[in-house]
């Protein structure tokens, strides 16, 4: 069951300028946003008019086919992509007018970013990794902040692991600790459990419920598994670059 808004645990944010702020205005607010790549003569329409709102807390799962325009709007969400017309507002905030500066400051220390292929520094152990994120983050890590992380992700004994001495689930795994780790504001993952045998999709669903229920973060996953789908509290689904459903998980 998911929470009410009112039930919702209210969370600080901390905003591009270092001020404290109440997290009273929808996380994201996009209206009629178009993208459109163009590549020599050809041109792609990958989404035709979104308007989505996402409120603080919630756990959205965003679903479609391949080529639906799921991965186009997360990097809108992350601030990575700019639209090619409407707005996506974060916090009141249009990331397509923000400077670099304010844009780069809400990408490290308020949006957490998890994609299927990992990006943990291959030269680090994990708990030297956790720590490396919180330090990008802002938010400090000590070491054994950086354990109990990685407790958590049920990778207690391999914290003096490199990456490449895990399997596959075990990375996936690592590269969610770190970044919930710094606690952010918004966690945007991507077919993240995609790769993963039973075991491992479980805990890293357990990790994001877990964000979800004690930190409030807000958080907006891309999948394409309905099972995976079924534990947000919300599915959005699009097709052909359009919304076509959004509401509960039944
Ligand atoms: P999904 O994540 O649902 O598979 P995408 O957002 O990746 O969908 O893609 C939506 C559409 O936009 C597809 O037709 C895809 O081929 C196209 N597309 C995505 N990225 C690019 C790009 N960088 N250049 C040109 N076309 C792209």
């Known amino acids: 069951m998911g929470l009410t808004t009112a039930e919702r645990p209210r969370r600080r944010v901390i905003d591009a300028s270092g001020a404290d702020a109440l997290a009273d205005e929808a996380v994201f607010r996009l209206t009629d946003v178009i ?25 959205v799962a965003i679903m479609g086919r391949s080529g639906s325009g799921k991965s186009t709007l997360l990097n809108l969400l992350a601030g990575s992509d700019r639209p090619t ?50 330090w990008l983050a802002g938010r400090p890590i000590d070491a054994v902040g950086g354990r109990t992380a990685l407790e958590r992700a049920g990778l207690g004994d391999r914290v003096d692991h490199r990456p490449s001495q895990l399997s596959g689930g075990e990375q996936q795994r690592a590269a969610l600790a770190c970044v919930l780790a710094p606690r952010p504001t918004v966690l945007l993952a991507d077919e993240i459990t995609g790769e ?34 079924a534990r947000a509290d919300r599915i959005v689904e699009l097709r052909d670059g359009r919304v076509v459903r959004d509401g509960g998980t039944r």
């Open 196 to 229: 993963l045998d039973t075991a491992s999709a479980d805990v890293v669903l357990r990790l994001l419920r877990d964000a979800h229920a004690t930190e409030g973060t807000t958080i907006v996953l891309v999948t394409h598994d309905h099972d995976v789908a």
């Open 35 to 59: 993208r459109v790549y163009r590549e020599a003569d050809v041109e792609t329409i990958a989404l035709r008019g979104i308007d989505l709102t996402i409120e603080p807390g919630e756990f």
């Open 85 to 134: 017309a409407g707005r996506v507002l974060y916090l009141g905030r249009d990331l397509a007018t923000a400077d670099d500066a304010a844009r780069s400051a809400i990408r490290g220390r308020e949006i957490g970013i998890v994609y299927q292929s990992q990006n943990l520094a291959p030269m680090l152990s994990l708990v030297e990794n956790v720590r490396l994120a919180g």
